[in-house]
């Protein structure tokens, strides 16, 4: 006699979210090691803030939420943490009274900077093995799910 199935009879091991989530914690766990070795301390969520000030300084804090699917909470703690270590600084939106606007200050470029001279060792590690091709379809399938999940 057939056992029925359940939805819970599979291994997590096989659910593509569970490897994405694992593949997530260590290169978080990479990321860490690498900012201890650098003597830098800084969590991946800081180094994200920084990143995208580097490219779009002087955004919003909503702006940064929006960009990084964060909340408003979280997004406030962050660079509450980076005003306090002296790599970025709020001031008041000149427009919208309401509004803060984000700065990278010169030592969060300098830190930038330093972390960006061990990326191409540390990609040329993590990325072994990998084409051009198989980021081409990584991208792609990522960016699809974030569409679906967004419908």
């Not at 650098?38 to 955004?59: A, P």
């Not at 606007?101 to 930038?112: E, K, S, T």
């Not at 900077?113 to 399938?141: H, Q």
């Amino acid at each position: 006699m057939a056992t029925k199935k359940h939805a819970i009879d599979f291994d997590v091991d096989d659910v593509y979210a569970y490897v994405i989530l694992r593949t997530h914690r260590l290169l978080r766990w990479h990321f860490q090691r690498r900012m201890k070795v650098m003597g830098i301390d800084m969590t991946q969520e800081q180094f994200v803030m920084l990143n995208k000030l580097y490219h779009r300084d002087g955004c919003s804090q909503g702006e940064l939420v929006n960009e990084t699917f964060n909340d408003r909470a979280n997004i406030s703690r962050i660079v509450a943490g980076l005003e306090r270590k002296g790599w970025i600084k709020r001031e008041p939106d000149p427009v919208d009274g309401r509004g803060v606007r984000v700065y990278l200050m010169p030592l969060g470029r300098q830190l930038l900077s330093k972390i960006g001279a061990g990326v191409p060792a540390s990609r040329n590690k993590v990325y072994a093995g990998l084409t051009d091709e198989d980021f081409t379809n990584l991208s792609r399938i990522c960016r699809t799910i974030e569409q679906n999940v967004l419908k």
